[in-house]
Structure formats: structure tokens, C-alpha cells
């Protein structure tokens, strides 16, 4: 059916067609295949919406463009995957945008700490003008940054005590991502941080190597994390963007209509994505407690002592982030809470 469909629709690409392909020689264009990794498993919204981004890109091409989906790590970590887009090994990866900050600094304004109200306004900037500004800035690094999903508020869990204050953090070693601004702001709050890249986070809290990590609570119950972790916090300390990539190299040799695919597509599973993350976000705070997690909450007077904890930090990297996209993220937040 497929090859039908692809014969009927002729080929108005012929010249890239290398013939010795099984839909070229059947008068079909050329097949692309996707290599998409991300990090995080198989029950994870993240590869939900990337499976559904798979269902509306083949259905779109009619077949002309493939997605091959791997999950956990197969193909590397964030940073890796994201080198192996730049290097066009790979096309597509969905990182969290705190390793991106490695690759274009302003992307670290999302590691603000309690930068975001909300998840609703977090989608206002982020679909907004300054986060599609910010993606623009990708092309640079030879990267397309083609929508947001999401991650999530971020809270903590570790081994070793209940986290109720910042004096609870005094010496606890947190597992952070490979961002300069967690691991000041960590230190800020009185935690002895390691960086480390996610594909090692499970081995290192079970050998002890580190104490504890933050993450949503999706990934701590959905990774099983409750298997080596005693303590969860609602710390909710800072709002995890994903970022949508696609090789640019990739990107470049499609047609203007398939690139339009691409960024409809990504965009239409990067929804799908938050609904599912939302749903599960809300309803995996009480199963980790059913696995035997204690659950500590954070008061608002204990949420502000953290909150005046890392403002030098934040003080401190505003220069280093861009006077002016800090300035039109908090902008951007308050216009979207009017
Ligand atoms: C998965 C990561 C993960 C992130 C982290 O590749 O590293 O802790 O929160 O979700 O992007």
C-alpha cells in the first residue's frame, strides 16, 4: 500500500533519489530515516510523545521519512546525543535545556531557580517570543530547535534525611545536571553537588556515590528510584524545559514541506507530551509514598529561606546568562500572568 501511495504521488525529488533504494526504484523519492533517542524510558511520557511524534511524521511523508525511537540512554546521554546531532550521526533528541546551556549559555535562564509559578506560564514564555527566540539561537551550534515539551518542577529525594529546610541540605551529596548554575545554586543551599550525566544516576545512589538527586516526580516513580532513594521533597525548585532538536544538517536536506512536518509534528506531540507529564506528575507523589517513600513537605516560610539562599547565585550568573534574555524571560512571565 505504502509503495502504491508514494508511486502515485510521483517524485518531485528525483534527483536525490539514490536508485538503489527499495522505494526509489519503486518511482518513490528517497526514504530518510530518524535515529531519535532520548534519555528516559519506555513508560515515560517523554517516548509516548515521541512515539507519537513517529505516528504523525510517517503518516505525513507517507512513508519518506522514518523514525527509529530508542529511549534510556541507548544512544548516549543528553550532551553526547546532542554532540552526535551536530556531528549528523543522529537526528533528533529531546534533552533537558540544562545540559543545552553548555552548547548556548542563555538557555541556562531556565536553571533559575524558582523561576516559574506554574507550568501555564511556563508554556506562555517557552511557546512565546523569547523561548522561540532562544531556539533560533540553536542554528549556531548547527542544531534546529523545533519545540518545547516538558519535564517538570524538579524536587529532591535522597537516602540519607527528611528535607525540610535548607540547614536538612548541610553536606548532602546531590547528583546535579552538567550545569554550572544547579551546582552553585546547590552548594548555595549548603549541598555538596556532583554533576553528573542522567545514564549514570541509577548506579551512583545505588553504590552510594552520591546521596541523592532531583528530578520530577514522573521520572523519580517511572525510573524506579524509589528502589534506592528513602526521602522525597516538594522542593519544586526549579522548572525543567525539553527541547525538541533536530540535526540541522538533517533539517536542511528536507524539503520546505517536510520541515514543516517536522516542526507541526513536534509540536503536536510536544502537547500530547505535557498532558501525559501533568497527569503523571500529579499521581506519582502518592505511589512513591505507597513504595515506601517518606514524603516531606516544604512550607512556604522554608521554600522563601531557599529562596534568599540562592539569590546571590542567581545575582551572579545574570551577566553570564545575557542581561537581556533574563530580563525578557522575567518580562515574559509577568506579562503572562496578567
Ligand atoms: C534525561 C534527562 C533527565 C534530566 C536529568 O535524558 O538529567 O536529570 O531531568 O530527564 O534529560
Known amino acids: 500500500l505504502l509503495i502504491t ?9 528525483a534527483e536525490s533519489s539514490s536508485g538503489n533504494d527499495e522505494s526509489a526504484s519503486e518511482g518513490g523519492g528517497e526514504t530518510k530515516t530518524i535515529k531519535a533517542g532520548i534519555g528516559l524510558n519506555s513508560d515515560h511520557p517523554q517516548y509516548k510523545g515521541l512515539l507519537k511524534f513517529k ?8 512513508g519518506a521519512i522514518e523514525v527509529e525511537t530508542y529511549h534510556s540512554g541507548q544512544l548516549g546521554d543528553d550532551r553526547s546525543m546532542t554532540e552526535a546531532l551536530q556531528l549528523g550521526s543522529q537526528e533528533v533528541v529531546i534533552p533537558s535545556t540544562a545540559p543545552l546551556a553548555n552548547f548556548v549559555p542563555e538557555f541556562s535562564v ?10 501555564e506560564v511556563a508554556d506562555k514564555v517557552l511557546d512565546g517570543e523569547v523561548g522561540q527566540e532562544l531556539l ?20 529532591l529525594t535522597n537516602s540519607e534525611r527528611a528535607v525540610a529546610s535548607v540547614d536538612d541540605f548541610d553536606g548532602l551529596k546531590i547528583r546535579t545536571m552538567e550545569n554550572d548554575l544547579h551546582l552553585d545554586a546547590f552548594k548555595a543551599l549548603g549541598a555538596n553537588p ?5 545514564t549514570e544516576l541509577f548506579t551512583a545512589m545505588q553504590q552510594g556515590t552520591v546521596d541523592g538527586q ?4 514522573a521520572t523519580i516513580y517511572l525510573q524506579k528510584f524509589y528502589e534506592v532513594q528513602k ?12 527541547v525538541f532538536l533536530m540535526s540541522k544538517s538533517f533539517y536542511d536536506g528536507l524539503t520546505e514541506e517536510q ?3 517536522m516542526k507541526d509534528a513536534a509540536v503536536e506531540a510536544g502537547e500530547y507530551e505535557r498532558k501525559l507529564n501533568r497527569e503523571a506528575n500529579e499521581k506519582y507523589l502518592e505511589k512513591l509514598q505507597e513504595e515506601g517513600m517518606e514524603y516531606t513537605e516544604i512550607t512556604d516560610e522554608a521554600r522563601q529561606e531557599m529562596v534568599d539562599a540562592v539569590a546571590p547565585v542567581i545575582e551572579d550568573y545574570k551577566s553570564k546568562i545575557g542581561e537581556e534574555t533574563v530580563d525578557k524571560v522575567y518580562q515574559a512571565i509577568e506579562d503572562a500572568q496578567k
Not at 501511495?5 to 525529488?13: F, K, P, R, S, T
Not at 531556565?110 to 507550568?119: A, G, K, Q, T
Open 231 to 242: 526521602h522525597v521533597s516538594d522542593t519544586h525548585h526549579i522548572y525543567s524545559p525539553f
Open 214 to 217: 532531583e528530578n520530577p516526580y
Open 194 to 198: 556532583t554533576p553528573m550525566a542522567f
Open 136 to 155: 533560533g539561537k540553536l542554528e549556531e551550534q548547527n542544531l534546529v530547535g523545533l519545540a518545547y515539551w516538558e519535564n517538570g518542577f524538579r524536587d
Open 5 to 13: 501511495v508514494l508511486a502515485a504521488c510521483g517524485n518531485g525529488d
Open 110 to 119: 531556565f536553571d533559575i531557580p524558582f523561576l516559574f509559578p506554574n507550568e
Open 55 to 62: 505516528e504523525i511524521v510517517e503518516e505525513k511523508t507517507d
Open 259 to 261: 520541515q514543516k512536518i
